[in-house]
């Protein structure tokens, strides 16, 4: 794969609309496996691998938003090619970078039909006081523990627990020193999507997305924590499936 930015994680029919899909901070293409089983078939999907994890764990990390984005748009937009029959989905950090690549996109002519962000508050929101990044290791493991997603045994061993943390700690230098002004917005539709259980984000504050589409907004509560995404894949599935239907081929 060498330094290439997208996976396929499933493939569909000729002329089927494509949804690309943004990983959370420390997260990898592979976190989407479960949500592409789901809609396979009938969406090609695509998921963003940024460098320094998995098979591109020897390139560098890259420790903000902007520069994620101007990696992963150049083969993104040869993908798309002149298709608008795509959306974005994005969970945690990787709503963040799915809202500025979208951004990206409509500046250069590409139109995503909807972008779907989960798991994250709004792009403008005030960022919490405390900086999980600047954490000591051993209070971000425990971060890591709190909002599931990461198994312990990993954290248990040595190599693989410095190497998730060198990368979780990247990722979250990046979003926490994101900045979105409060006007900025893209023209597709938002579907914001939220755990009714998540630490990090609650309803009312993913509600705050609607300021940054001028299309239509949506927002939408899951039973689970933060990674609430694999045990209601089919559901989210079903949401994509829902909202796609009436805005792709037109």
């Excluded at 290439?4 to 997260?27: D, I, K």
Aim: net charge negative; with cysteine; glycine share 10%.
């Amino acid at each position: 794969m060498g330094n290439s930015w997208l996976r396929r994680l499933s493939s569909a029919t000729e002329g089927a609309p494509t949804l690309v899909c943004f990983p959370h901070a420390g997260g990898a293409a592979m976190s989407f496996g479960r949500l592409a089983e789901c809609v396979g078939g009938e969406f090609e999907v695509l998921a963003v691998q940024y460098p320094g994890r998995q098979d591109r764990r020897r390139e560098p990390l890259i420790g903000n938003i902007a520069d994620l984005v101007e990696g992963v748009l150049p083969e993104l937009l040869e993908a798309v090619g002149d298709s608008e029959d795509f959306a974005l989905f994005g969970h945690s950090m990787g709503s963040v970078v799915a809202f500025e690549t979208c951004r990206r996109l409509e500046r250069e002519g590409a139109h995503p039909k909807i972008l779907f962000a989960s798991g994250r508050r709004a792009p403008s929101a005030p960022i919490p006081e405390q900086r999980i990044h600047l954490l000591d290791d051993r209070e971000l493991g425990e971060q890591l523990l709190s909002f599931g997603g990461t198994p312990a045994a990993l954290l248990e061993d040595p190599e693989f627990r410095a190497l998730i943390l060198s990368v979780v700690r990247n990722d979250y230098r990046a979003i926490e020193t994101y900045e979105c002004a409060p006007n900025a917005s893209v023209a597709c539709p938002i579907v914001a999507l939220v755990g009714d259980r998540d630490p990090d984000a609650s309803f009312t504050q993913i509600e705050g997305w609607g300021a940054h589409t001028r299309g239509d907004f949506v927002a939408k509560s899951f039973p689970g924590g933060h990674f609430f995404l694999d045990a209601n894949a089919r559901a989210v599935g079903d949401l994509i499936r829902e909202h796609s239907a009436r805005l792709l081929s037109t």
